[in-house]
T-cell receptor
Framework: DAKTTQPPSMDCAEGRAANLPCNHS???????VYWYRQIHSQGPQYIIH???NNETNEMASLIITEDRKSSTLILPHATLRDTAVYYC???????????FGSGTKLNVKP | DTEVTQTPKHLVMGMTNKKSLKCEQH?????MYWYKQKAKKPPELMFV???????INESVPSRFSPECPNSSLLNLHLHALQPEDSALYLC??????????????FGSGTRLTVV
């Protein structure tokens, strides 16, 4: 699996957009980028995933650079309940493993 | 049903005890996983099951013994654990191993304390 690099922590003001970066410079052509978050002591929660194109759902947007070596998760209007650890993961097709990187602790402040 | 259910939510056991963690899903997923998560660390993969057969063991000590009795159920049998095995144990499932376009669904975990 390609490795991911994320900043250990970020702050965001409530109501503002939170932009969480992820570097995956060794990603291969068939590897998907996944984002999960984990609120204190709960199970990881799926947010969004993509391969090449930008993606949007009701929770967030995922922007993947054209060379696919990095991506950004965007929470458009962060709330206090978005305070969590956010994990960026790459997953190769036909491969059994889903490895977590170190993640980014997002602190949303009033 | 779109959930992975783990029981118990909390477990305290002595080092000589035998206990089991249970994980259940009814989404028709054919791949199931056990992860271990220490405090302030990311989850670490332990075991992978595919179609009820053990596919991957990430060099986990034999005091942890997984079992997949059917496609909906995954157990983790615990015996002679050490205090350093205290952690959050997470179960997950996915459609199958080959579909990278489908993510994992995680349970809420079992908080294990070994005394």
């Amino acid at each position: 699996d390609a490795k991911t690099t994320q900043p250990p922590s970020m702050d965001c003001a409530e109501g503002r957009a939170a932009n969480l970066p992820c570097n995956h410079s060794t990603i291969s052509g068939n590897e998907y980028v996944y984002w999960y978050r984990q609120i204190h002591s709960q199970g990881p929660q799926y947010i969004i995933h993509g391969l090449k194109n930008n993606e949007t759902n009701e929770m967030a947007s995922l922007i993947i650079t054209e060379d696919r070596k990095s991506s950004t998760l965007i929470l458009p209007h962060a709330t206090l309940r978005d305070t969590a650890v956010y994990y960026c993961i790459v997953r190769v097709n036909n491969f059994n493993k889903f490895y977590f990187g170190s993640g980014t602790k997002l602190n949303v402040k009033p | 049903d779109t959930e992975v259910t783990q029981t118990p939510k909390h477990l305290v056991m002595g080092m000589t005890n035998k206990k089991s963690l249970k994980c259940e899903q009814h989404m028709g997923h054919r791949a199931m996983y056990w992860y271990k998560q220490k405090a302030k660390k990311p989850p670490e993969l332990m075991f992978v099951y595919s179609y009820e057969k053990l596919s991957i063991n990430e060099s986990v000590p034999s005091r942890f013994s997984p079992e997949c009795p059917n496609s909906s159920l995954l157990n983790l049998h615990l015996h002679a654990l050490q205090p350093e095995d205290s952690a959050l144990y997470l179960c997950a499932s996915s459609q199958d191993l080959s579909a990278a376009n489908y993510g994992y669904t995680f349970g809420s975990g079992t908080r294990l304390t070994v005394v």
